[in-house]
């Protein structure tokens, strides 16, 4: 009894001296995944307000690191005079306004860029009920467009500039999502691989030709030990080399050795 509850004692101890940094992270992961539960229960619109709202405070951080990391720069740009400018130079200058702005203006431009985005994808997805490039896209052409109006990125003529950057953020991000398909995709295995053994033996036999045979009746190295001449028939292999490949089964000391363990 006296044995038992020592060992009880031991097993516990790694538990006492787990790391609290895993600890933390543990705890974390557990509450992320009970949140995430949870948020798939909601409504649509209660979902997406909320993933807004998350990736818009992201969004909003990042920028505000970024522009204080490079510096308020457009208040360094000189103001240039209203009259006799023509709208094509106002726009431009808007523009690099819009791109170099300060913490503030750049945290407003990623919180509506970054939580539209969230939120239309998430949108897309529980009325699809699927990730692919086409909600990829709609949800880039959206946050590209209200990233356009917000910003005052572009020409003078509004809904035609968020049109425009609608579309080269969609393009960028289906191009994107496409690209990161190509990489993500798990090689598959060779499948001829498993016909090694066999494209030897039928190498060494003169009988290459068969090997398709081999392939369309899925007879892999895996099954050579087994094969008889009904398999063999029903792959369409003639009689000559149905006999020819028999023999040397029955000859290779290695099958004859697996034939026992069957």
């Not at 094509?88 to 702005?101: E, N, T, W």
């Not at 990623?110 to 994808?121: D, K, L, P, Y």
């Not at 045979?213 to 190295?221: I, M, P, Q």
């Amino acid at each position: 009894m006296e044995q038992g509850n020592r060992g009880n004692m031991v097993s516990m101890l790694p538990q006492q001296n787990q790391n609290p940094l895993q600890q933390l992270q543990a705890r974390v992961k557990h509450l992320e995944t009970g949140f995430r539960s949870w948020l798939t229960k909601q409504s649509v619109a209660v979902e997406a307000a909320i993933v807004t709202v998350a990736s818009g405070a992201q969004g909003a951080a990042i920028g505000g690191i970024m522009g204080t990391l490079t510096g308020d720069i457009s208040s360094a740009l000189p103001t240039p005079p209203q009259a006799g400018l023509n709208p094509q130079a106002m726009a431009s200058f808007k523009q690099a306004q819009a791109l170099a702005g300060g913490p503030l203006v750049q945290a407003r431009n990623f919180a509506v860029m970054t939580g539209a985005n969230a939120g239309i994808s998430c949108v897309m997805r529980r009325l699809r009920g699927k990730d692919d490039v086409e909600s990829s896209m709609v949800a880039a052409f959206g946050s590209g467009a209200l990233f356009s109006l917000v910003s005052g990125f572009g020409g003078p003529n509004q809904v035609q500039s968020a049109l425009t950057s609608g579309i080269f953020f969609a393009a960028v991000q289906g191009g994107l999502f496409k690209l990161g398909q190509r990489f993500s995709k798990v090689p598959s295995v060779d499948k001829d691989l498993y016909y090694s053994r066999t494209r030897s033996m039928l190498s060494n036999l003169g009988l290459d030709r068969y090997e398709e045979n081999f392939k369309r009746g899925l007879l892999t190295d895996y099954t050579l030990p087994l094969l008889n001449d009904s398999a063999l028939r029903e792959v369409k292999i003639p009689p000559g080399p149905r006999l020819l490949i028999l023999d040397h089964i029955q000859r290779d000391p290695e099958f004859q050795e697996k034939r026992k363990y069957k």
